[in-house]
């Protein structure tokens, strides 16, 4: 069973916290403070695997993470998750997530906390894997989406315009019109008598 | 009032904060905002502000009074309502709460809500947080929705079914008719889920379990499928077939061939196969291999079968990849007490691993590297081990040192070797070794006979090196206190110290600062010792009356019963500061027997013991000594005495020797002092060697004359 879901970035600010298993609110926060420093001391050449700290349940607990650029990826896990398996389910996250967002980076999670809750909700429930496949995963949180933008009413009007525009089929415009050398003939006009 | 702000203004205005306090002044303003906006009730802006509410609890800041909100935006017909609220429930909420049970009535609604995805946030929400009560309320609807033909609703109601199921054990039996053709579905996910219902099921109860057995046929085909099938766009993952299911059809499969010949057997073919055509090069493959490893370990697989796994864990300790290595190594220590010998085959890898950076490698190799020591390979496992022990961090030293200190008991190869090894651990680690590990040290010692000369020697070199690592002051003091004769009497190989020399050393101990209280009792415990062995008597007594005025209580009382020892009862000093008998090892006190009393009114057993024979003709009776409660002190032994209401005296027995054959006696007097005339009653306990087998015998004298106490 997954016990926490944990993103932070390099000086340790959370970006996104998801616990499976009961805690204080204090406790939550010492968590993530405490996880976070057990693994930015890690070197970059060494196995994403660690001890639990001791707020998150010491040994019987491991910690397995994974560094994007300036984004700490960590999932708590117990003793019945394979932890090579785990490994690709953070892959499959953050490729997810690259898709939705196109071209991920840590603003857009700072800025969508909500919809990458919705992500992790179509993957992972109750602390156990949902569903592994990307694709799938993509296609139901669209699905959810279109539902709400289409409840937005009035007040959804300039973001449905935008993503009108966005989706919209223009064809290509010329963009220089060379008018090359046109003779224009002029018709030898009879004269008026 | 203004439309309250959107998340993601809150959002930019909370990062240009520059401090803490910056940012905690503009949440508390916009906490203000939100709650009087929902004292207004407004419904428009309810789920903005919530969203709002639950970014601020991510970063910290209670946000408890928004958790009312969450329920009204749960009851709400708007899908994007509903979305906010459901995860506002599942972040602020729990089952310590008993708002939660509030939402017992809309979950339920929604369950049965036309809109699939609006059942999917319910079935997550309840699947998240839900508490046994609404589980039992519940389970109705998670095991009618079990049955849909939803694929997307069917892999979640599983997933809610196994929370169900953990909350409320007693339930388990309700989803078993939905079971029945779960494995027969097209989509994975469901697939995957349903497995995992299955595994849940299979681990809670031994009666599922053997129910669920003859699914296993079914599981291998699956498995074969997903093998087999080649390439589907749809569930590839770097050249292999939806890994996922694969490792979760091998767990649940683990499980049913656990101790049951049968679905091993059945398990073994594919088993075997997979192992073989897994490629390694990506982790993916590499996770299915480990899995299949597992799975094969754990039941009962043919023997074949068993040593191919090990060779599989085998070359992943070679692999390039660090997480490859760990894993190799956690599996080999699961397995190596049943596999010993396969795993020995590759100890020298793992012994290359305790050289590597990664600590968390370092630490699993170390505790293998223990698991495989044995008499054979005893020397070279331990000349690794001690080189690991001198470069690696502090957080292994106190692992490290016990565990060498264990090989070393079972396997010595000889008593110099083992002395050895303890030396070279106590001046490396010596800081890091065990409080327990002192007396057992002096025990080992004391029981070696023959290399007393040679410890000692040895000890002593150490000590005039280095005061600072106190197990190994300690243990040096002891010795130097019991062979002192030894060490400057030119046993010893190489140039011996004087007397006075040694003398120095004690008494550098006493003063430095750097010893402990309780190296400070050792060093003048063995200075008083060497008054017996020793010629400067008269520097120990003046050492030992200095200390009869030390601040500490514990010195303080030894020097002054060390000083009595020598005015009153000087008669006695001989005989008590003789050499230590050969200990037996108690499992709770340290290495000594006490003497023993009974209760407040009876005289203390007088404890026999003798000293350890070097040559002695077998059917002689040995000497007969006497432990004084003092002596015990002298050995450093804690246990508590009860107090006295005598008062003994004894005085030295007639002779050492008591002759064979009764032609002979030895007389000892005992002076007692009895005020409360309390009745007199002795027991007497004789150990000694009879043809080199110990015998011990116990009698008690009752019938003294009333004369002699009334």
């Known amino acids: 069973m997954i016990k926490a879901i944990l993103i932070f970035n390099n000086h340790g600010k959370p970006r996104l916290s998801k616990f499976y298993e009961h805690y204080s609110e204090d406790t939550e926060q010492q968590i993530i403070r405490e996880t976070f420093h057990l693994v930015s001391k890690r070197d970059e050449n060494v196995c994403n695997f660690l001890e639990g700290g001791m707020l998150i349940g010491g040994s019987d607990n491991k910690l397995i993470y994974r560094h994007y650029a300036t984004l700490y990826f960590v999932f708590c896990v117990d003793s019945s998750e394979s932890e090579l398996g785990i490994l690709d389910l953070i892959q499959v996250f953050v490729e997810t997530l690259d898709k939705c967002f196109e071209n991920v980076c840590e603003l857009d999670l700072i800025f969508h906390v909500d919809k990458v809750h919705n992500i992790l909700a179509e993957m992972v429930m109750g602390g156990m894997v949902l569903e592994t496949n990307m694709n799938e995963i993509i296609t139901q949180v669209d699905a959810q989406n279109k539902m709400e933008k289409s409840e937005a009413g009035i007040a959804g009007a300039p973001a449905r315009a935008v993503s009108a525009v966005k989706n919209m089929n223009l064809p290509e415009m010329p963009r220089n019109i060379n008018i090359g050398d046109i003779s224009i003939k002029v018709p030898n006009l009879p004269s008026f008598k | ?710």
């Not at chain 2, 470069?391 to 040192?401: G, L």
């Not at chain 2, 070393?408 to 327990?436: C, F, N, Q």
Request: aromatic share 6%.
């Open chain 2, 1 to 710: 009032m203004p439309a309250p702000i959107r998340l993601r203004e809150l959002i930019r205005t909370i990062r240009t904060a520059r401090t803490q306090a910056e940012e905690r002044e503009m949440i508390q303003k916009e906490c203000a905002a939100i709650r009087s906006s929902f004292r207004e009730e407004d419904n428009t802006y309810r789920c903005r502000n919530v969203a709002k509410l639950l970014y601020m609890h991510m970063l910290g800041y209670p946000a408890h009074f928004g958790q009312l909100e969450c329920l009204k935006l749960i009851a709400s017909q708007k899908f994007t309502d509903k979305r906010i609220g459901y995860l506002g429930a599942m972040l602020l909420l729990d089952e310590r709460q008993d708002v939660h049970l509030l939402m017992t009535n809309c979950i339920k609604n929604d369950l049965n809500h036309s809109t699939q995805y609006v059942q999917g946030l319910a079935l997550c929400t309840l699947g998240c947080m839900g508490s046994s009560e609404m589980c039992r309320d519940l389970a109705g609807e998670v095991e009618k929705l079990l049955k849909t033909s939803n694929s997307y609703l069917r892999k979640k109601a599983a997933l809610c079914a196994v929370h169900v199921i953990r909350k409320v054990p007693e339930l388990m039996e309700m989803f078993l008719p939905a079971t029945k053709n779960l494995l027969s579905e097209k989509n994975h996910g469901v697939l995957h889920t349903s497995v995992v219902l299955l595994t849940e099921m299979c681990e809670r109860s031994p009666d599922m379990l053997s129910h669920f057995r003859k699914l296993v046929p079914q599981l291998v085909r699956i498995l074969k499928n997903l093998i087999m099938s080649g390439y589907s766009p749809e569930h590839d993952v770097s050249g292999i077939s939806d890994p996922f299911l694969q490792v979760r059809i091998l767990r649940l499969l683990r499980i049913l061939g656990r101790s049951d010949d049968d679905s091993s057997e059945a398990m073994n073919d594919i088993l075997a196969q997979v192992a073989t055509n897994t490629e390694t090069s990506k982790n993916v493959g590499n996770a299915i291999l480990y899995e299949t490893v597992l799975t094969i370990m754990d039941i009962k697989s043919e023997s074949g079968l068993r040593v191919l796994a090990i060779n599989i864990l085998g070359r992943f300790l070679l692999n390039n990849d660090k997480n490859i290595r760990y894993v190799a190594l956690t599996s080999l220590l699961k397995t190596v007490q049943t596999d010993h010998n396969a795993v020995q085959r590759h100890r020298s890898t793992i012994v290359d691993c305790l050289k590597d950076l990664d600590v968390s490698i370092k630490r699993r190799a170390m505790e293998l590297s223990f698991a495989l020591v044995n008499g054979n390979n005893i020397r070279g496992m331990m000349k690794e081990l001690l080189y690991f022990l001198d470069s690696c961090d502090p957080e292994f030293k106190a692992d490290c040192a016990s565990g060498v200190f264990l090989a070393a008991e079972k396997y010595a190869p000889s008593k110099r070797w083992h002395i050895d090894t303890i030396m070279r651990v106590l001046t490396t680690a010596g800081s890091y070794v065990r409080d327990d590990s002192v007396p057992n040290l002096i025990q080992l010692i004391t029981n070696s006979v023959e290399m007393h000369a040679y410890t000692v020697q040895r000890l002593y070199k150490a000590l005039l090196d280095d005061i600072s690592q106190q197990p190994l002051v300690q243990v040096s003091s002891w010795c130097i206190g019991e062979y002192g004769d030894l060490l400057v009497s030119g046993q010893c190989e190489e140039e011996e110290p004087i007397q006075d020399e040694v003398l120095d050393v004690l008494e550098g101990l006493l003063v430095s600062n750097l010893s402990t209280p309780v190296t400070r009792g050792y060093a003048l415990t063995a200075i008083m010792k060497l008054s017996t062995r020793f010629s400067s008597v008269n520097r120990i007594k003046k050492v030992v009356s200095i200390y009869g005025s030390s601040i500490d209580v514990e010195l303080q009382q030894r020097a002054v019963e060390y000083n009595a020892l020598f005015k009153k009862y000087d008669h006695m000093r001989p005989a008590l500061l003789e050499r230590m008998p050969i200990m037996e090892k108690t499992a709770t006190n340290g290495p000594t027997e006490i003497v023993q009393t009974n209760g407040e009114t009876e005289p203390s057993v007088l404890d026999t013991k003798h000293p350890p024979p070097v040559t002695q003709p077998a059917n002689q009776v040995r000497t007969l000594k006497q432990f004084w409660y003092l002596h015990s002190v002298l050995c450093c032994c804690s246990d508590p005495v009860s107090p006295w209401t005598f008062q003994l005296q004894l005085l030295s027995p007639s002779s050492n020797v008591v002759p064979a054959l009764n032609q002979g006696t030895v007389t000892q007097v005992i002076r007692v002092l009895n005020p409360q005339k309390q009745q007199l009653r002795m027991r007497i306990k004789l150990t000694y060697t009879h043809k080199g087998s110990p015998v011990q015998d116990l009698a008690e004298v009752n019938n003294f004359p009333p004369q002699s106490w009334q």
